[in-house]
């Protein structure tokens, strides 16, 4: 059904993947070589970025034959494709099979790239992939709890239809008051999924609102988290309030990151077949198991436009050891760079800041702002950092604005703040949402 409806081939995909994750470490190695040199042929032939780039080099594409070669390239940045996105865009792809994607991804950025067929089927697939390792089988029934990053508004039709047939109850993240809790208590109770996925501080509001009024009837197979940081609290609560193990889950469109936590739970299995994801220091070494690293990803899939070691603004721990469960799959110890803070309400009330970025992600705010971040300094005082685009009008800010009362309330005081550049903290990482009340 899926299939039928976006053109896409995730079902061929998928069967793949489940093969592929019992295979040996070595054996993926392989598979994701063989992927990258093709993709690396590609990308010399036909995208003219790279051809520039390897005759300035002095490169071949035969130079980059396995994963460690790929230290011979620079690192590539959104700044690289933002000031000439055409020379990325593969010339022997026909205009109609690109896919236009926005995305303000984990770091805060917004950024617009292409994407083909292909990239749209592995990506649903490796996510699928990521959810049976929960446990799940296609046409389970989930509930969806979260802002619009993973909830079916304005999204194109194929998505919406996918959220009918794909048995998932969306629950908006916005007003958690306690009626609402209540009501949503109620709607999963009725609904039963299997499954509840989304922000883990709105799933963890949910399930202090369950232990606190003594229902205990929500009980899933499991409970999948994602786009935000877990933390040991959050995973602790909702396991108590549903009585089910939780799992993480970690991904990024742009670039194709993807690891995702087993019944194991000794870190998040790296899907090496979507895309060589590296870890590197300041200074573009590899970091060792155990330390943090700027996570730089290409995407194995994508020859519409193809991202060589692509800096997507994360950041994780590698591990080196191999996982219980017996996948092949290497291991990420944790992911480290996404930092969007809680804010305060004036009742006291906590939210995910993550949905107040949402307004970043829609219509003309999209276009018309490079980055920004936002901090809460006091509990009626909100600051937004922001850097222009040249489509930059203020109208932009009473959007923002009229975006911010609707969640945080009319008597809060939003402070726009105009900036050449958003400062990021002494280990490197992209703060998008910053809370500076203390409890
Ligand atoms: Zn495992």
């Known amino acids: 059904m899926n299939d039928f409806i976006a053109g896409t081939d995730i079902s061929r995909q998928l069967t793949l993947l489940e093969k592929s994750q019992w295979w040996q470490p070595e054996e993926l190695q392989d598979y994701q070589n063989k992927r990258l040199r093709s993709l690396i042929h590609h990308a010399y032939t036909n995208v003219p970025y790279y051809h520039d780039l390897f005759r300035s080099l002095g490169l ?34 026909p205009q ?43 046409g389970d029934k989930i509930a969806t709890l979260a802002g619009s990053s993973l909830l079916p508004e304005n999204v194109p039709l194929y998505t919406k239809i996918r959220f ?66 877990l933390s040991k609290t959050q995973r602790e609560t909702i396991s108590a309030a549903f009585q089910c193990d939780v799992f993480d889950q970690f991904g990024c469109f742009d670039g194709g990151a993807n690891a995702c936590e087993c019944d194991q739970h000794s870190g998040y299995h790296i899907s090496v077949e979507r895309s060589v994801h590296e870890f590197l220091d300041d200074s573009g070494s590899p970091v060792a198991p155990g330390e943090n690293g700027h996570i730089i990803l290409t995407d194995l899939w994508n020859y519409a436009m193809p991202f060589i ?24 110890e944790r992911i480290t760079g996404r930092t969007a803070e809680q804010v305060v309400l004036p009742d006291g009330k906590r939210l995910p ?53 609707g969640h945080l309330g009319r008597d809060v005081e939003i402070r726009f703040n105009f900036v050449d550049e958003i400062p990021r903290t002494d280990s490197n990482k992209r703060r998008i949402v910053i809370c500076k009340v203390k409890n």
């Open 164 to 229: 009918k047939f794909s048995h998932n109850l969306p629950l908006s993240s916005y007003n958690l008051n306690s009626e609402r809790l209540n009501g949503y208590l109620q709607q999963i109770i009725e609904f039963n999924p299997r499954y509840i996925r989304g922000y883990p501080s709105s799933i963890a509001i949910l399930a202090e609102h369950a232990i606190e009024h003594g229902i205990d009837a929500i009980n899933p197979e499991g409970v999948m988290t994602t786009a935000e940081t």
């Open 60 to 93: 071949s594409p035969s130079d980059i034959a396995t994963r460690d070669d790929l230290v011979k390239l620079p690192v590539l940045t959104k700044e690289d494709v933002r000031k000439n996105p055409g020379k990325f865009v593969a010339r022997n792809i």
């Open 353 to 405: 800041g993550l949905l107040l970025t949402d307004v970043f992600e829609d219509g003309d705010v999209v276009t018309a702002i490079q980055d920004y971040q936002i901090v809460q300094e006091k509990v009626d005082e909100f600051v937004v950092n922001i850097v222009q685009s040249d489509r930059y009008s203020p109208d932009i800010n009473n959007e923002i604005q009229k975006f911010f009362w």
């Open 309 to 332: 070691r692509y800096d997507a603004g994360d950041m994780g721990v590698p591990a080196d050891r191999i996982c219980p469960c017996g996948r092949g799959l290497p291991l990420l």
């Open 96 to 138: 109609k099979s690109l896919i236009h994607q926005t995305t303000s991804g984990s770091s805060g950025k917004v950024f617009e790239y292409f994407i083909d067929r292909d990239t749209l089927s592995i990506s649903r697939a490796t996510t699928l992939r990521g959810w049976e390792f929960a446990g799940y089988r296609v």
